[in-house]
């Protein structure tokens, strides 16, 4: 089932093969899973639905509800995967899909939606408070959303669609969009489905109230939040990218460039501060991170960069915006458990329930169909004849790792040239204390683009934790022979020791299923029984290539802050991934405290366990879902009392089965200055299985506290590296900055 291109240029397109052509028989590809689901040529783009729990129209809500979310589900079935047909109508006006004119089809579909007294008419704004009962003036309804994406792609089909319209027909529309347009919108990126509609009916020659544009716009500008990105809510996510700056862009052609040249330039400066480092935000493969809400979206990340070349002055390199494009394509369509009977599945590669929104329905992923608007750009245009460049990746040197760090959205990421991947570290993140989704979306420590996030574990039954014996297991001779050779090497353990730390104790267990996480530290009250999660993460900021944040664990606005748990966050790149020498900011004792790695698919994995003096690591080599080679250390220093392994299944956007890595400890006494306050640690990670050299998975040779317990209850850290290199971690000063 998955997309083989037939048209493959190596010369043009030196990484992925892919051309305009290509593109188009993606294109196609996706068009016919749609249309063989369309049994009649009136029948709407309504989709055969695997999840039926969680996504609209939902089954518990009244009829008279139902009915309003069936008729917005045909608007979004139409109006999405037209974000895929529309380029492809333009390219090739006389298409056929499945024996249907894609051009009579989609043109048929749109009048339809907006006559009224057809069974598909899905109303205007108004007649969706009459039906709601006008019982909140300033509700915003779904159907806001693709209007926007309509009068994009009548745009983008304008001479075969739009322009092949009556004026009845046209005014049939305008009617249809004007209060969407106009009336009540979510105050974050939707205001700018009002303003493309404005601007659309506006280029149409329909009138549309200026100020209420203006008023728009002026709060779209003051979202910018730097570095190119935009806050929308809370957050900060592929939103700024597949949105701000796909529809700002658009908008400056329709409207701003002629109407509101201020606003205008301001989009399109931002735009390109965008470029500047976005490129590096995607692996050497070009891939997407799975990272923040709508992850169905898949690879719609990449249209920013056709957003940018639409501008007047667009800065992006149009070698490398292909590049990354193309690969993107290919990290999903690639995928043989990509589609459920012809679809997109609600999920990142194939069906992932946990990742799922209420707010989506079963043809809501055709919002990927936004990378396919590259095809506006004709044959002619650099995207399409620029040869394939990777940017960052040709310049790195063996081992390099580059980072990247923006202040203004709390970002950093950091491309290692050692596997290829891109690990993005995230902070200014505020989510409700419950939000257990909103906290995988994004109050990860790190996200990595060949790691997608896993949820909290369930352990098949029966299947127990895995757990070393560190002192006389079967591999503590291979352990002493490893550590010697370091040794030997003038190396020395961080302390000398061949026992490591005592295993936690069997009255402090723990539920792994509740009190662990992947690259989330999980607090566990052991009076009260309750866990926390980091809901909020501060940002701080890059110090001499140590990136500070703060994260508090179940953080309650009616309480005051120095009432909630948090721990400084300190990490730092390493060839391979991500070392970490993070802080205790507790007040209370009792507790155990748990970390988890990233998740590894488990389609047969070799399980191998080290130990260097005071030092653990689990290695971990098996295969993703497609066969692909994968292998992940976790290692831990002093301050952790052991590093397990769970398995869970169902967890994983991968794998249906999953390993899970993972470091515990406790904190008993309530005040307690020799009890340990830092905990290191380092997950690394390859595609190969080659092994990982000694330096890789153990890389700190000695660990310098200011205390002469060695605990870090005060003073900086000294880490010395086995590269010769130091990292000096300084906890103190970060109450100055902290930022959200």
Request: proline share 5%.
């Amino acid at each position: 089932m998955r997309f083989e291109p037939k048209t493959l240029d190596y010369e043009l397109s030196p990484y992925t093969g892919l051309t305009r052509e290509s593109w188009l028989e993606a294109g196609r590809y996706l068009l016919e899973g749609i249309f063989q689901n369309i049994k009649d040529f009136q029948d709407p783009v309504v989709m055969p639905r695997k999840e039926t729990q969680i996504t609209y129209p939902h089954l518990w809500a009244s009829q008279e509800i139902q009915a309003t979310q069936r008729r917005a589900e045909v608007f979004e079935g139409l109006t999405r995967s037209f974000f895929i047909a529309a380029p492809l109508i333009s390219a090739e006006p006389d298409l056929e899909i499945c024996g249907y004119s894609m051009r009579e089809y989609y043109k048929n579909q749109v009048l339809r939606v907006c006559t009224r007294g057809d069974e598909l008419y899905v109303g205007t704004y108004a007649d969706q408070q009459e039906i709601t009962g006008h019982a909140d003036p300033y509700r915003a309804f779904q159907q806001t959303v693709e209007t926007c994406a309509l009068v994009i792609c009548l745009w983008v089909s304008r001479e075969q669609i739009w322009d092949c319209c009556t004026k009845e027909e046209r005014d049939a529309v305008a009617a249809l969009l004007e209060g969407y347009a106009h009336d009540s919108t979510v105050p974050q990126n939707w205001r700018l489905f009002n303003m493309l509609d404005m601007a659309f009916l506006n280029m149409e020659g329909y009138p549309i109230r200026r100020e209420v544009m203006r008023d728009h716009a002026q709060a779209i500008l003051n979202y910018y939040a730097g570095d190119g990105w935009y806050r929308d809510g809370h957050s900060f996510d592929y939103y700024s990218c597949w949105a701000f700056n796909v529809y700002a862009p658009l908008w400056n052609l329709w409207y701003g460039y002629e109407n509101e040249p201020y606003f205008a330039e301001k989009f399109e400066e931002h735009s390109n501060k965008l470029m500047e480092t976005y490129g590096d935000f995607f692996d050497r493969d070009g891939w997407t991170n799975m990272w923040g809400r709508s992850n169905i979206y898949r690879n719609a990340a990449t249209s920013a960069f056709d957003g940018n070349l639409l501008l007047r002055e667009g800065k992006a390199d149009p070698g490398r915006a292909r590049r990354i494009s193309s690969g993107s394509l290919m990290q999903f369509l690639g995928r043989d458990d990509f589609l459920y009977q012809g679809v997109p599945t609600l999920g990142f590669y194939g069906q992932f329930s946990p990742l799922v929104q209420g707010y989506s329905c079963a043809e809501s992923p055709f919002w990927l169909g936004k990378a396919f608007l590259c095809l506006h750009l004709p044959a002619e245009h650099p995207f399409w004849t620029a040869r394939e460049n990777n940017g960052t990746w040709e310049a790195l040197k063996p081992g390099e790792v580059k980072v990247t760090c923006l202040d203004g959205p709390g970002l950093c990421f950091t491309n290692h040239e050692a596997n290829g991947e891109t690990v993005l570290r995230t902070g200014k993140v505020v989510k409700s204390a419950g939000d257990v989704h909103g906290m995988w979306n994004y109050s990860k420590l790190c996200y990595n683009t060949k790691y997608p996030w896993e949820a909290a574990p369930k352990i098949p039954e029966g299947v127990p934790e895995e757990r070393a014996d560190w002192r006389d297991g079967p591999e503590a001779e291979a352990n002493r022979k490893e550590a010697s050779k370091g040794r030997e090497h003038g190396e020395s353990p961080c302390q000398e020791s061949t026992e490591g730390s005592p295993a936690i104790e069997d009255d402090y267990k723990i539920d792994p299923e509740k009190c662990v996480e992947a690259q989330q530290y999980v607090l566990t009250d052991h009076i009260s029984g309750a866990s926390s999660r980091a809901n909020v993460t501060f940002w701080h900021g890059e110090r001499e290539g140590v990136l500070y944040r703060r994260q508090f664990f179940g953080y309650d606005l009616s309480k005051e802050s120095h009432w909630v748990q948090a721990m400084n966050l300190a990490d730092f790149p390493v060839p391979y991934g991500i070392l970490r020498a993070d802080r205790l900011r507790l007040f209370q004792g009792m507790l155990s405290v748990t970390l988890g790695a990233y998740g590894f698919p488990d389609n047969g994995t070799e399980v191998i366990w080290r130990t260097h003096g005071d030092a653990r690591a689990v290695i971990l080599k098996g295969r993703d879902a497609m066969g692909r080679e994968r292998q992940m250390a976790m290692t831990v220093y002093g301050g952790w009392a052991d590093l397990r392994l769970l398995h869970s299944r169902g967890t994983n956007p991968d794998s249906g089965n999953s390993l899970l890595p993972y470091a515990v400890m406790r904190r008993e006494k309530q005040y307690g200055g020799f009890e340990p306050y830092v905990l290191i640690s380092q997950v690394i990670t390859r595609e190969s299985h080659e092994d990982f050299v000694w330096e890789d998975i153990f890389p700190v040779s000695q660990v310098i506290y200011a205390d002469p317990e060695g605990r870090g209850s005060y003073g900086p850290v000294i880490l010395k590296l086995r590269d010769g290199s130091r990292k000096t971690v300084d906890y103190e000063g970060m109450e100055g900055k902290l930022e959200l």
